[in-house]
């Protein structure tokens, strides 16, 4: 199930036995086959190894061309921006954020990747934090991204925050969804998922919902 808000028409480890255990490491392994079960520290430690300089390549497990054919979008996938750079990959290490930021009274971590899907920038801003909701954090980015006010911002916020782990919520101008993600132990975590910018996208809504759920089931 995809939830659109207020929308129009818009352009791992496991106590089991020896077989029942790989099954499952393949499961939270992600589609890209190589990635380890999201948890809070795992985040954070990728983060951290990211530093303030950004890196090229995406640590987390996602397959942007495989979601694309799962959403039945016909465009070809590709790391960076349409401008043809490498993947803009940039990280936040809550742990070491300063008195009276976002992290203060949640403390967590963010990675963000950019990929690009034909002339469609897509950002995907992976969040976690040690209690809920750590969606919040990333307000700014999802009003932004989206072009819209502050109430229709609170409602996809907690629309977002309420939906069960996996099931995709569409921001009100349909570029814009978030997924909430399993987390292995403690937490609370979620992806963000935009595309095109300012509310804007050659995208449909349910293209977009479809790729945050396909990309939600890859990573946990």
Known sequence: MIRVRGLGRSGRRCAAPAAAAAVAAL???????????????????????????????????????????????????????????????????????????????????????TFHLGQEDVELHTVATGKAQALSVLAPVAQRAAGIGVDDLGTFLGDAAAAKKGVPVVAKNGNVAAARLGLDGSGDASLLLTVGDSGKSGLGAEQVGALAKALAGQLG
């Open 27 to 113: 499961l939270l392994s992600g589609c890209s086959g190589g990635g380890d079960s999201l948890s809070l520290g795992s985040l954070q430690e990728k983060a951290a190894e990211i530093g303030g300089d950004g890196a090229a390549d995406c640590p987390l497990a996602y397959d942007l061309a495989e979601a694309a054919k799962t959403a039945g979008v016909s465009l070809a996938a590709g790391p960076g921006n349409t401008q043809g750079e490498q993947p803009a990959v940039t990280a936040e290490d809550g742990r070491k954020a300063p008195e009276g930021s976002a992290w203060a009274a949640n403390p967590g971590a963010l990675v963000s990747c």
